[in-house]
């Protein structure tokens, strides 16, 4: 069985930075497209970015291009999301997800990942 912990999420202020961990236990880590997905209090949840299977491509959304960048380090099973210049609108419970199946590459979709970490907490004051 698969499982992410999430860790790194606090309390920045604007225009700060945070680095978020994701570390992963269970299946061989590097053969598997993982993502992080983020939830604001009353909103859905909603894509971030993702990287794929092979480490070669990278997805991001409109709203933290730039910004944001997702990273691996396989040796240690662990995905990582740099985040610089944030903003208030950041704020959120951050999710790392993996997908189940192998070699699929990076999906801005919630519902193709199957494994889930329980969340960081992150809140940018202004």
């Known amino acids: 069985q698969v499982q992410l912990v999430e860790s790194g999420g606090g309390l920045v202020q604007a225009g700060g930075s945070l680095r978020l961990s994701c570390a992963a236990s269970?299946?061989?880590?590097?053969?598997?497209?993982r993502a992080w997905f983020r939830q604001a209090p009353g909103k859905e949840r909603e894509f971030v970015s993702a990287?794929?299977?092979?480490?070669?491509?990278?997805l991001y959304a409109d709203s933290v291009q730039g910004r944001f960048t997702i990273a691996s380090d396989n040796a240690k099973n662990t995905i990582y999301l740099q985040m610089n210049s944030l903003k208030p609108e950041d704020t959120a419970v951050y999710y790392c997800?993996?997908?189940?199946?192998?070699?699929?590459?990076?999906?801005?979709?919630?519902?193709?990942?199957?494994?889930w970490g329980q969340g960081t907490q992150v809140t940018v004051s202004s």
């Open positions: 997800a993996q997908r189940q199946v192998a070699y699929r590459d990076a999906s801005y979709m919630a519902d193709d990942y199957h494994y």
């Open positions: 269970g299946r061989t880590f590097s053969i598997y497209s």
């Open positions: 990287l794929s299977w092979s480490g070669g491509r990278t």
